[in-house]
């Protein structure tokens, strides 16, 4: 077999390591996709974290202001039912800071009736004590709880109107809210925190998951692509080919009817011409007609138990004689290979291979076909000792018509792209390569078992 060995690799098979890649509009729109998804994560994720952290922060805030209104409350009531028993307490009994205890570091000062403070001891130099809003509050419905800045210190006025026999006073209880403030800071702080790292975290991983979802896709519109990239070229292959063939037969009707007049043998060039010719133009149909057919997965193969060495034997032998006219010799070197495949179709794949090999011999050339079980897969191995493939041409050989420019002449540049489909449908691997002694070799390996379908 020589430079010009015609066929084409399939798509799927893995002789390049090269998936199908999606055209650049369709990668465009996957990666605005891709991060319209990252942002859809993002945004509800940061939604969520809003409600939380708010109802987090509004409960804790809202449960550390109701125990300290109550801790409030609980010793203006006592101090409202001193008053309302005994009077007015001494001031230290009672009444100004208290000490130790549940209400430590809280003020207590009273309102009397006619608006004057006891109680207030050092403290009536502070400004904003009492609450005048709070004592009016405290007035009108019966109690007032308000939070103020004293003195640029936050605290809690919790006023409470007790009714006595000399008129209405106001006892008000101030407690300090700095440890609250900084309490609710710090949670502000954790919930913020953490919730930016969250919408980071959530928001790469959406990145990474919307990547993965989008694989069927992206794996879709590049077989899509790939598809009609086929069917391009195909088209434009199988027109070009077609077009050869045709214009020799048009030229030969065209010889014949200026000869119309002479007798059969004068014209019998032409006709062997139009006869060739056919028979060029049905094998190419036949073939383009079968890869057609491969392509939309309209053939299916047919598996059975055999030998792959009877299935060389038979090739070899009906080959044989044609080979021999044209000055080539095959030998065949079996061994049983025992296999599940597709009968008719492995005969086909033997038949190309050997076929190409000594189309590409000279007279007096060796084509030697090799078969050997080898582990849990048979080989097929045809080896001729032409002129070889030249380095260039070697990631071309099973490409759909192609055809070095020193081919011999006949091929329709598909047959090693048939060879290749019977090989994927086998779940087995084809390869081309040079010998180091000379001439071409091509290999293929076959699983010798059918592997299990899919649930």
């Known amino acids: 077999m020589a430079a010009g060995v015609d066929g084409r690799a399939q798509d799927s098979l893995a002789r390049d390591g090269q998936a199908p890649v999606a055209s650049p509009a369709d990668a465009a729109l996957l990666r605005r996709t891709r991060l319209r998804l990252m942002a859809w994560s993002g945004g509800l994720t940061l939604v969520v974290l809003l409600v939380l952290g708010s109802a987090v922060y509004l409960a804790v805030a809202g449960a550390l202001a109701s125990n300290n209104a109550d801790l409030l409350a609980r010793r203006a009531v006592q101090l409202g039912r001193f008053i309302q028993e005994r009077g007015l307490p001494p001031e230290g009994r009672g009444l ?16 009397r009736p006619d608006g004057t403070v006891a109680g207030a001891g050092p403290t009536g130099s502070i400004s ?35 009714p006595s026999v000399d008129g209405t006073y106001v006892v008000q209880v101030i407690g300090e809210r700095a440890s609250e403030v900084r309490l609710l800071t710090t949670l502000l702080l954790v919930l913020v ?9 959530a928001s790469a991983l959406g990145f990474v998951y919307a990547g993965r979802a989008l694989v069927p896709i992206r794996s879709s519109m590049a077989r899509r692509d790939a598809a009609l990239r086929r069917q391009r070229e195909f088209t434009a292959n199988a027109s070009h080919e077609l077009r050869a063939p045709l214009t020799v037969v048009r030229a030969s009707v065209a010889d014949l009817r200026r000869n119309a007049d ?44 055999l030998d792959l060495a009877d299935v060389a034997a038979e090739v070899a032998g009906a080959i044989g004689p044609v080979a021999a006219e044209r000055g080539v010799r095959v030998v065949l070197d079996p061994r049983p290979a025992q296999m599940d495949g597709d009968p008719l ?35 097929l191995v045809v080896d001729d000792d ?26 329709t540049g598909l047959g090693l792209a048939i060879a290749a489909w019977i090989v994927e449908g086998h779940g087995g691997t084809i390869s081309a ?23």
Do not use: K, M
């Open 386 to 411: 032409g002129p070889g493939i030249r380095p260039e041409d070697l990631p071309h050989v099973f490409e759909r018509f192609w055809r070095a420019d020193d081919a011999p002449p006949g091929g």
């Open 128 to 162: 904003g004590l009492p609450d005048q809003a709070g004592v009016d509050a405290a007035l009108g419905r019966g109690s007032s709880v308000r939070d103020l800045r004293v003195d640029d210190l936050d605290v809690r006025a919790y006023s409470l109107s007790v």
């Open 433 to 455: 390569a040079n010998r180091p002694e000379g001439g071409a070799r091509l290999a293929v390996r076959l699983p010798a078992r059918r592997a299990a379908p899919a649930d």
């Open 193 to 201: 925190g953490a919730g930016l790292v969250a919408l980071a975290l």
């Open 345 to 379: 179709r492995l005969r086909q794949l033997a038949t190309i291979l050997v076929d190409n090999a000594v189309a590409h011999c000279g007279a007096g050339g060796l084509v030697a076909v090799t078969v050997r079980p080898e582990g849990e897969d048979v080989t």
């Open 262 to 305: 002479e007798p059969v043998r004068a014209v019998g060039a032409a006709l062997d011409d139009i006869d060739s010719e056919v028979v060029h133009l049905t094998a190419l149909v036949d073939d383009l007609l079968l890869l057609a057919r491969t392509d939309s997965g309209a053939i299916e193969l047919g598996f059975e138990a």
């Open 96 to 111: 100004g800071i208290t000490f130790g205890g549940e209400a430590s570091g809280t003020l207590a000062l009273v309102v």
